[in-house]
């Protein structure tokens, strides 16, 4: 996963089992100011894109994610200034699939 942003705020992510955790802070945020989507790359990758502002700050990341995370799973929460996005795999895809030899 790639990221790039615009401000300083602290970013990690975990991956396990497929699943990506991202984890943001986003102190004095409301849930409403902030704003989560996706869009599909030409190159079949897609981008999600967090942004949010209000009256003090402004938050902008940005994410190139593979292709093979369910956008209609994603999963998103804030708690105490933490701001925490699921990305989950599609049912049909894996990393490694074994061939039968006939």
């Known amino acids: 996963m790639t990221y790039y942003y615009e401000n300083n705020s602290s970013v990690e ?14 102190p004095g945020f409301k849930k409403e100011e902030i704003s ?12 999600l894109y967090v942004k949010g ?23 998103a929460s804030i708690d105490l200034g933490i701001l925490k996005i699921s990305l989950k795999p599609l049912e049909h895809y894996r990393k490694q699939y074994k061939v039968e030899i006939k």
Not at 38 to 46: R, T
Not at 53 to 75: C, G, M, P
């Open 13 to 26: 992510h975990n991956e396990q089992k497929g699943q990506t955790d991202i984890s943001i802070e986003v």
């Open 36 to 47: 989560i989507f996706f869009e599909n790359g030409e190159d079949g990758n897609s981008v």
């Open 53 to 75: 502002e209000n009256a003090k700050r402004k938050l902008n990341k940005v994410f190139s994610i593979s292709s093979h995370y369910d956008q209609n799973k994603t999963e």
